[in-house]
């Protein structure tokens, strides 16, 4: 047997490492791998460090710069950072042993919909209210084929997510992602990038022990600090400014009398109890206060309960479960009808979105834009049968 030289196996070593970390980026950039990055698990002790300065926001500075997503006015300061950046389009999960999450009351937008088997997922868009310091989200989860057409809808968001459904047929996320050219312009898969922007944290809620797949955390910051490696900044890939191309809703410059909606109530599945939602209007905020599975719904990151001011619940054709993993569908591009509640009222409005990449339109019966609230939206999508208590 012939014996390798020590420099020799040196060298050889290194090449190998070289050949199998080219490797590996080509297939995960090209093809997107499905390998869990982030093996590092933090204690609960340890804490990544932040790759971005934040702003220092005068706290006497005027709030007179309209965000773009739910019309929610900030400062200057505030406004000349996002312009640099587009919005994060989070999967955020909800099992019972995801609660409570990391980041939700820091949304400006969030979706909510079935994800599988009756259990919902949320779709968070952070953009203006996430610039002055960095927000923790988690846990973050895989992707979902409808909440990749919603987020169509914001002119290509960063999509944030931990791999997806990767099947042949109507629920193959991964598939759209790729035919769509997001692997190469707005994708941030947890399984391309990994450690530290994406960890393990198992110690996130002390004292709750839950499976792996419930502990994936991130921050914008650290989201926002890859895209910016990648040149994935405010221009989209045909060298557009993202704010001259996104449709934004319409706001109420003149929040409309008070109605007398104080509680709103719905189910996503009859018999899913541990799902179901009740807002609570509060007066003195403008606020819709939110409760899940019958207890306050709160931001683990400061245990403040979530609220918003809009809530808006579209109806749509939901089929499924469609396979053994118990994947849903629901139609997103078409007509249907929503209820839009702001200002402690509700109004009766339809819903249009025409194509994929279109954003969702809301209009009363005559076509005009209904005016929301200026403030954070929070919209469930429920099947066409589905209940709405008020």
């Given at each position: 047997m012939t014996k390798i030289k020590k420099p020799h196996l040196f060298i050889?070593?290194?090449?190998?490492?070289?050949?199998?970390?080219?490797?590996?980026?080509?297939?995960?950039?090209?093809?997107?791998?499905?390998?869990?990055?982030?093996?590092?698990?933090?204690?609960?002790?340890?804490?990544?460090?932040?790759?971005?300065?934040?702003?220092?926001?005068?706290?006497?500075?005027?709030?007179?710069?309209?965000?773009?997503l739910n019309g929610e006015m900030f400062t200057l300061a505030e406004r000349e950072a996002w312009e640099k950046r587009r919005p994060l389009f989070v999967m955020i999960e909800n099992s019972p042993d995801a609660r409570p999450q990391s980041g939700l009351g820091r949304a400006d937008v969030v979706f909510e919909a079935v994800a599988e088997g009756g259990v919902t997922r949320f779709g968070a868009i952070f953009y203006c209210d996430s610039q002055r310091d960095e927000v923790t989200i988690a846990p973050v989860r895989s992707a979902r084929t409808y909440f990749v057409d919603w987020a169509s809808g914001f002119n290509l968001p960063m999509y944030v997510h931990v791999g997806g459904a990767n099947l042949s047929g109507p629920a193959d996320a991964l598939g759209q992602i790729r035919q769509y050219g997001w692997s190469l312009q707005t994708d941030?898969?947890?399984?391309?990038?990994?450690?530290?922007?994406?960890?393990?944290?198992?110690?996130?809620?002390?004292?709750?022990?839950?499976?792996?797949?419930?502990?994936?955390?991130?921050?914008?910051?650290?989201?926002?600090?890859?895209?910016?490696?990648?040149?994935?900044?405010?221009?989209?890939?045909?060298?557009?400014?993202?704010?001259?191309?996104?449709t934004s809703w319409v706001f109420e410059d003149e929040p409309s009398p008070v109605g007398s909606v104080k509680k709103i109530a719905y189910d996503f599945w009859s018999g899913y109890n541990q799902f179901s939602v009740e807002w609570e209007y509060d007066e003195q905020s403008n606020r819709f206060l939110r409760n899940m599975a019958g207890e306050q719904h709160v931001?683990?990151?400061?245990?403040?309960?979530?609220?918003?001011?809009?809530?808006?619940?579209?109806?749509?054709?939901?089929?499924?479960?469609?396979?053994?993993?118990?994947?849903?569908?629901?139609?997103?591009?078409?007509?249907?009808?929503?209820?839009?509640?702001?200002?402690?009222?509700?109004?009766?409005?339809?819903?249009?979105?025409?194509?994929?990449?279109?954003?969702?339109?809301?209009?009363?019966?005559?076509?005009?834009?209904?005016?929301?609230?200026?403030?954070?939206?929070?919209?469930?999508?429920?099947?066409?049968?589905?209940?709405?208590?008020?």
């Open positions: 050889a070593l290194i090449l190998y490492v070289l050949s199998a970390g080219t490797t590996y980026a080509l297939s995960s950039a090209i093809f997107g791998s499905q390998q869990d990055t982030s093996q590092q698990i933090l204690s609960g002790e340890e804490q990544p460090t932040a790759l971005s300065s934040l702003l220092q926001i005068d706290p006497t500075a005027p709030k007179d710069q309209e965000c773009p941030l898969d947890q399984f391309s990038i990994g450690y530290p922007t994406f960890i393990r944290n198992n110690n996130r809620i002390p004292g709750k022990k839950v499976a792996t797949e419930h502990t994936m955390e991130s921050s914008t910051e650290k989201l926002w600090a890859v895209a910016e490696e990648r040149g994935w900044t405010s221009v989209d890939p045909d060298g557009n400014e993202w704010l001259a191309d996104y931001d683990h990151n400061d245990g403040s309960r979530i609220d918003m001011a809009n809530v808006i619940v579209l109806k749509t054709v939901e089929k499924g479960p469609i396979d053994e993993l118990k994947h849903m569908l629901y139609t997103t591009v078409g007509k249907g009808k929503a209820l839009v509640f702001k200002n402690g009222d509700v109004l009766e409005v339809n819903w249009s979105k025409p194509t994929r990449i279109s954003q969702i339109s809301f209009t009363d019966n005559s076509g005009k834009p209904v005016e929301l609230a200026r403030g954070p939206i929070w919209i469930s999508v429920l099947g066409l049968g589905s209940e709405v208590i008020y």
